[in-house]
């Protein structure tokens, strides 16, 4: 099975929040970085700072969580945010050297 990854995204001003899931998380986050969807929502609200993530053994258990996830408020996804990373750093060079294929 696949791994799978469930991310949040933000922008430089951390007022607008995208809930992603992916199998290879530093090639989405790139994908969001360069803005290889022009028309998606991350890319019209310059989505691209990676301030929250959580790594899944199989990609089915990430979509389960994104679902959960995105039917939360907006306060229980801050809330998590904050528990991880409380000053909101762009955690892109922590994770970008994770796999890569």
């Given at each position: 099975m696949k791994p799978g990854f469930i991310y949040i995204i933000t922008n430089k001003?951390?007022?607008t929040l995208y809930i992603g899931v992916t199998s290879n998380l530093p090639k989405r986050i790139?994908?969001?970085i360069?803005?290889?969807f022009n028309d998606s929502f991350s890319a019209r609200y310059n989505?691209?700072?990676l301030v929250y993530y959580e790594a899944f053994q199989m990609i089915g258990d990430?979509?389960?969580r994104e679902k959960q996830l995105k039917a939360?408020?907006?306060a229980k996804?801050?809330?998590?945010i904050n528990g991880m990373n409380p000053d909101w750093?762009?955690?892109y060079e922590d994770i970008k050297d994770v796999m890569w294929f």
């Open positions: 001003n951390n007022t790139t994908e969001h360069e803005k290889r989505l691209n700072k990430a979509i389960a939360g408020s907006r996804k801050m809330a998590l750093k762009d955690l």
